[in-house]
């Protein structure tokens, strides 16, 4: 009963290794937000955008953008999909279905243009004056710094 | 560790390593079944976790992030047919810092197009967030704050409702599938005036705003929410155990009303009781709370008597 009790222990600490990081190194990501930042503020990378990974960690992994290797930093793992993005005008793509991410689908701008139009008194000038609302990375590492919150790595 | 508790966390692992082996939609059923038998063992937060890791990973399998953020815009634009805002420029500012503080160590610290806090200019004692990364918080919740940690707590509340797609959840099945099909692979414009995919999206959203405004989450939900809070800030070097010190006074400030808050959550002894329970198992950081005092003093200046800047 013992060994059985070990061995069940001894997979679930390999299952939550490998879920520990979540790429791996040489793996093709796509940037599933809008707009991701590179830590280190050597710039951003664009929705749909694909990368490299060449150092995956728990939460941020290293990568570089396929298209122009200069474009490289730490990002963090959630701005990341395996799922390759097609943007509406993008080329044919033939890879299995499941391996795409169509923009667009589902609810989209279009989606809400056609639900605004249907519902004139809603606020959504208030929304995209809300969504101009942004702190940026060294402003908050020098509010967690004054308030000797948590340490925040340039790179990591 | 208790033999029992070793037994029922081996038992569990082992399900999920089977799970695992078939898929990604078993492995969410089987962390959530795991979270279950955790939290059944004792393991209260890692439980939740757990859970929480079921119900990112279920959701993932059907809603982008693109999707997520349209659904949010349209709920935020909804609850702000009902209120104005405030403009202070330098609470705003601090709030958004300390949400910014917040989602640094957390596993979803991006959302399709960011997070951000903004004031609702009501004493309501209240607090929004959608799928999109819209918290909107009301100046008399900020009102009850007594430190910055206790703002802390009332922004990981709402950040953990998006982290674990409470909002996303109260959009009945039916309504995504038809909405998925109206516009695969189309190209869709408001001029074609089709007021059926306007339909199914307004019932979405109207589902979703019915659960924020008029129901609230299930008391296992906000349970959820501030297990994860309480995690949030422990990782951001807030102290946790002012979440408690919120509700309390919170509490006292209820004066037997049922609006707002105090109709959607459940009771603030319940929530004191739940977070009493996780705080004993959430390692606490290092008392730095003296190095928060004077900012929080300044950034809260005259939100009492809603001064803007």
Same mark, same amino acid.
């Given at each position: 009963?013992?060994?059985?009790?070990?061995?069940?222990?001894?997979?679930?600490?390999?299952?939550?290794?490998?879920?520990?990081?979540?790429?791996?190194?040489?793996?093709?990501?796509?940037?599933?937000?809008?707009?991701?930042?590179?830590?280190?503020?050597?710039?951003?990378?664009?929705?749909?955008? %694909?990368?490299?990974?060449?150092?995956?960690?728990?939460?941020?992994?290293? +990568?570089? $953008?396929?298209? !122009?290797? =200069? &474009? /490289?930093?730490?990002?963090?793992?959630?701005?990341?999909?395996?799922?390759?993005?097609?943007?509406?005008?993008?080329?044919?793509?033939?890879?299995?279905?499941?391996?795409?991410?169509?923009?667009?689908?589902?609810?989209?701008?279009?989606?809400?243009? %056609?639900?605004?139009?249907?519902?004139?008194?809603?606020?959504?000038?208030? +929304?995209? $004056?809300?969504? !101009?609302? =942004? &702190? /940026?990375?060294?402003?908050?590492?020098?509010?967690?710094?004054?308030?000797?919150?948590?340490?925040?790595?340039?790179?990591? | 560790?208790?033999?029992?508790?070793?037994?029922?966390?081996?038992?569990?692992?082992?399900?999920?390593?089977?799970?695992?082996?078939?898929?990604?939609?078993?492995?969410?059923?089987?962390?959530?079944?795991?979270?279950?038998?955790?939290?059944?063992?004792?393991?209260?937060?890692?439980?939740?976790?757990?859970?929480?890791?079921?119900?990112?990973?279920?959701?993932?399998?059907?809603?982008?992030?693109?999707?997520?953020?349209?659904?949010?815009?349209?709920?935020?634009?909804?609850?702000?047919?009902?209120?104005?805002?405030?403009?202070?420029?330098?609470?705003?500012?601090?709030?958004?810092?300390?949400?910014?503080?917040?989602?640094?160590?957390?596993?979803?610290?991006?959302?399709?197009?960011?997070?951000?806090?903004?004031?609702?200019?009501?004493?309501?004692?209240?607090?929004?967030?959608?799928?999109?990364?819209?918290?909107?918080?009301?100046?008399?919740?900020?009102?009850?704050?007594?430190?910055?940690?206790?703002?802390?707590?009332?922004?990981?509340?709402?950040?953990?409702?998006?982290?674990?797609?409470?909002?996303?959840?109260?959009?009945?099945?039916?309504?995504?599938?038809?909405?998925?099909?109206?516009?695969?692979?189309?190209?869709?414009?408001?001029?074609?005036?089709?007021?059926?995919?306007?339909?199914?999206?307004?019932?979405?959203?109207?589902?979703?705003?019915?659960?924020?405004?008029?129901?609230?989450?299930?008391?296992?939900?906000?349970?959820?929410?501030?297990?994860?809070?309480?995690?949030?800030?422990?990782?951001?070097?807030?102290?946790?155990?002012?979440?408690?010190?919120?509700?309390?006074?919170?509490?006292?400030?209820?004066?037997?009303?049922?609006?707002?808050?105090?109709?959607?959550?459940?009771?603030?002894?319940?929530?004191?009781?739940?977070?009493?329970?996780?705080?004993?198992?959430?390692?606490?950081?290092?008392?730095?709370?003296?190095?928060?005092?004077?900012?929080?003093?300044?950034?809260?200046?005259?939100?009492?008597?809603?001064?803007?800047?």
């Amino acid at each position: 009963m013992k060994r059985i009790f070990a061995a069940a222990a001894f997979a679930a600490a390999l299952t939550f290794a490998a879920a520990a990081a979540p790429f791996k190194k040489g793996q093709t990501l796509y940037v599933s937000v809008k707009s991701a930042e590179l830590r280190d503020g050597s710039g951003t990378l664009g929705y749909g955008a %694909a990368v490299v990974v060449d150092e995956a960690g728990e939460k941020r992994s290293l +990568v570089h $953008e396929r298209d !122009r290797p =200069s &474009v /490289s930093g730490w990002v963090s793992n959630g701005s990341l999909t395996k799922k390759r993005i097609v943007l509406s005008g993008g080329a044919m793509v033939d890879t299995d279905c499941d391996e795409i991410v169509l923009a667009g689908k589902g609810f989209s701008e279009e989606a809400e243009n %056609a639900y605004r139009a249907a519902n004139g008194d809603l606020d959504f000038d208030t +929304v995209d $004056e809300i969504e !101009r609302i =942004s &702190v /940026s990375p060294k402003a908050a590492r020098e509010f967690a710094e004054a308030g000797r919150l948590l340490i925040m790595e340039d790179a990591k | 560790m208790t033999v029992k508790k070793f037994r029922a966390f081996a038992a569990a692992a082992f399900v999920a390593v089977s799970a695992a082996w078939t898929g990604c939609s078993s492995l969410s059923s089987a962390l959530s079944t795991m979270g279950e038998i955790a939290d059944d063992a004792g393991f209260g937060v890692a439980g939740a976790a757990l859970g929480a890791g079921a119900a990112i990973s279920k959701a993932g399998e059907e809603i982008t992030p693109e999707n997520e953020y349209y659904i949010g815009r349209s709920v935020a634009a909804t609850i702000l047919a009902n209120y104005d805002v405030c403009e202070s420029e330098r609470l705003e500012e601090y709030l958004n810092l300390i949400c910014a503080v917040l989602l640094e160590e957390s596993d979803k610290p991006e959302l399709f197009a960011g997070w951000h806090v903004k004031l609702l200019d009501t004493d309501e004692v209240n607090a929004f967030s959608t799928s999109g990364g819209h918290i909107l918080v009301s100046r008399g919740l900020v009102g009850c704050a007594g430190s910055e940690d206790a703002l802390a707590a009332v922004v990981a509340h709402e950040i953990a409702h998006v982290q674990l797609q409470h909002s996303l959840k109260a959009i009945k099945a039916s309504r995504w599938t038809t909405a998925l099909k109206r516009t695969a692979g189309a190209g869709l414009s408001a001029a074609t005036g089709d007021t059926e995919l306007a339909d199914t999206l307004d019932g979405m959203v109207g589902d979703v705003v019915s659960q924020l405004v008029n129901n609230g989450y299930s008391k296992s939900q906000e349970f959820q929410a501030d297990a994860l809070a309480l995690t949030l800030m422990a990782n951001a070097g807030y102290d946790p155990a002012a979440m408690e010190s919120m509700l309390k006074e919170m509490k006292s400030r209820q004066n037997g009303s049922k609006a707002g808050f105090y109709r959607t959550h459940p009771t603030p002894d319940e929530r004191i009781e739940n977070v009493r329970d996780s705080l004993g198992k959430i390692p606490r950081p290092k008392d730095t709370k003296k190095w928060r005092k004077k900012r929080f003093a300044a950034a809260l200046e005259g939100i009492e008597a809603n001064d803007a800047d």
